[in-house]
């Protein structure tokens, strides 16, 4: 079988080898995107179908699974999604598959009549160059050794990130405004004001003493259940903030007291959301 989506339990998989898989950073992905829009390149993006499963395990121990209703066993030959082993796997599929790396996940080819690069995140990949017939003879070529989506010229999405450009002043401008708007709608009562500045001023206590001035509700510590939520605007933001730079320092101190948030830290969390909310177009 190969068109079947099959999930593994990877808590099951104990015995196995080499698992780590590297990701490129977002920075790496921004200076790219500056590249091509001073340069004026054209680029496009492309997902593998099925990723995993277009990867050969290398991991040697042989691996059994069983599916409801069946009492047989059935052997695992490829990179089944959810084993703790398949993205390592797959991505030595991908770099065997591409040219002369960069950097990790970064592939460059060069050419007498043209030079062509490939970020890779995954099983998605920007692909950019320096001759648009060029680069679309090697998208073409790339998609005869590997099946991908059709190749979107100039993808207005990246990663989560809105994109927008200005050919005349070669600018790619970039912006998170589906990443705030699930935040907005995941935690509703953060937006019901507006906010001018991330967080004010008053908001950075750090000793103590600092918080017996607040009222007795914001001094208390989290429950298991607002923990949860308080985690879960952290992590969120600090997605955020790698586009949005305003917020840096305010993510930071949220992320000091994530053992042990108060109320008043998590008011500072919806207070950061109602400033994105209210700026979310800024790219």
């Not at 290398?58 to 490829?78: L, M, Q, R, W």
């Not at 790619?172 to 500045?197: C, Q």
Request: overall charge positive.
């Amino acid at each position: 079988m190969r068109k079947v989506r099959l999930v593994a339990d990877g808590w099951q998989h104990i015995v196995h080898g080499a698992t780590y898989s590297a990701t490129p950073s977002r920075e790496e992905l921004l200076i790219l995107l500056h590249v091509i829009a001073v340069k004026d390149w054209e680029y496009y993006h492309l997902d593998e179908i099925r990723a995993f499963l277009n990867a050969d395990r290398s991991d040697k121990a042989k691996i059994y699974a069983k599916f409801t209703g069946d009492p047989n066993y059935h052997e695992i030959v490829k990179s089944v999604y959810g084993l703790k082993t398949a993205s390592h796997d797959h991505q030595l599929t991908v770099i065997n598959k591409l040219v002369e790396q960069m950097c990790s996940c970064t592939f460059v080819k060069e050419e007498a009549d043209g030079l062509f690069i490939v970020y890779v995140y995954v099983d998605d990949f920007l692909i950019t160059g320096d001759v648009h017939d060029k680069l679309k003879q090697f998208i073409e070529s790339f998609r005869k050794i590997t099946s991908t989506t059709e190749p979107i010229h100039n993808a207005d999405t990246l990663l989560g990130m809105k994109i927008k450009r200005d050919r005349e002043k070669k600018i790619i401008s970039v912006s998170m405004i589906d990443r705030i708007t699930d935040l907005e709608k995941k935690i509703p009562d953060a937006v019901i004001k507006t906010r001018n500045v991330p967080m004010p001023k008053s908001g950075y206590l750090i000793r103590d003493h600092e918080y017996d001035s607040l009222p007795a509700v914001s001094r208390q510590f989290l429950g298991k259940e607002d923990i949860a939520k308080y985690l879960t605007i952290v992590g969120c933001i600090i997605w955020i903030q790698g586009v949005r730079l305003k917020i840096i320092f305010a993510v930071l101190y949220l992320s000091w007291f994530s053992k042990q948030p108060r109320m008043h830290h998590l008011n500072m969390a919806l207070y950061i959301i109602g400033y994105l909310s209210a700026t979310k177009h800024l790219p």
